[in-house]
């Protein structure tokens, strides 16, 4: 069974940065697809950010220029770097990892962006 751990959440003012973590408990590598989705009060959850086995990353238009997904294998950890945060991103975020017929969560870390 596969377990992600997110962590790095927390509490931002507008204009900062904050950088989750998402620690994998077997190789990343064996994964096709890493990605960040994010969930806010009354709303469905969202993609945020994915990067492919290859290293091809995509971002949802909202986040692109403020948000880097990188991962690396030595570690089994995925990043998100979140800069330039603004109170819209509030949410909770949460890792997935997917394989050819299985997709796997992490419990979420909660993002929020406020004065």
């Known amino acids: 069974q596969v377990q992600l751990v997110e962590s790095g959440g927390g509490l931002v003012q507008p204009g900062g940065s904050l950088r989750l973590s998402c620690a994998a408990s077997?190789?990343?590598?064996?994964?096709?697809?890493m990605g960040w989705y994010r969930q806010a009060p009354g709303k469905e959850r969202e993609l945020v950010a994915a990067i492919i086995s290859g290293g091809t990353t995509n971002y949802a238009d909202s986040v692109k220029g403020r948000f880097t997904i990188a991962r690396d294998s030595a570690k089994n950890t995925v990043y998100l770097q979140m800069n330039s945060l603004k109170p819209e991103d509030t949410a909770v975020y949460y890792c997935?990892?997917?394989?050819?017929?299985?997709?796997?969560w992490g419990q979420g870390t909660q993002v929020t962006v406020s004065v």
């Open positions: 077997g190789s990343i590598d064996s994964f096709a697809v």
């Open positions: 997935a990892a997917a394989l050819t017929y299985s997709t796997y």
